[in-house]
């Protein structure tokens, strides 16, 4: 798909994102049941759940769906890491910090992206966890951009895209306890699914990332790769045309 601006003179291409979706959606449950099977047919049956999490990068195919909307909008060129060695970027509060995908063209930091998941059976202690880990590395990143870590540079696209597993316990109202403050009404009784829909609308509305998403799958989605988005502000097709539109700027610019 392409689209032009208003101006008339800039366009995006989305490369068939929705299928290249589904693509990554089966991959990412193919090889969690693959490295689930190697777990159990090794006699370590109790670890056979925790190895589709630590098994391989299971996102990678959302990985390739962004290096091809990079190459697809103008910076064709541009250096595209992935490889841990080659992904950290200097922080304020620490010294660095490892993402999962940085493009860099000509010197310029484009693009920082980090592509997580989470299945179940436990949803509680792990939202905590993305929600504190999301915040701070996004909050750590734009002091360093202020304080001059990536040079006189324009602002760069950071983006942060979620897959959580569609299950009864994700989708199940959770009761919180608060014994000396309330908690904020839109928490109250809330999914785990909705609860990390709320994290990206924050998370974006205190310009914390340029787009964040979230995209939910059953593990039947081996079969068809089909997914379900929350709401318009963060859809998967939020997000890429987000990121379409900044590297499309980006090439426009440099021309």
Known sequence: MRRKDTGGDVAIDLVNYERKARDAIQEFWGNREKARQR???SGNIDQGERAGVTAGKNMD??????????RANGLDRAAIHRDRSVVTLPGYFRP??????LVIHEGRLIAALEFKSQVGPSFGNNFNNRAEEAIGTAHDFWVAYREGAF????????GWMMMV????????????????????????????LNRYNLLCQ???QEQLYSVA????????????????ELNDMTSLRTFVT??????????????
Request: hydrophobic fraction near 45%; glycine fraction near 6%; proline fraction near 6%.
């Open 242 to 255: 987000g990121l379409a539109g900044h590297i499309a700027a980006e090439a426009a610019r440099m021309s």
């Open 39 to 41: 777990q159990m047919e």
């Open 202 to 204: 924050r998370l974006m």
């Open 151 to 158: 040079g006189e540079q324009l602002r760069p696209f950071v």
């Open 165 to 192: 597993e569609d299950a009864p316990a994700s989708r199940r109202p959770v009761i919180d306890r608060s014994p000396h403050f309330k908690v904020f009404p839109a928490f109250q009784g809330t999914s785990y």
């Open 213 to 228: 998403s979230i995209i939910a799958s059953s593990r039947t989605a081996v079969e068809d790769g089909v997914y379900h």
């Open 96 to 101: 660095t910090k490892l993402w999962d995908l």
């Open 61 to 70: 195919g959302f990985i390739a769906l962004v290096i091809d909307l990079v």
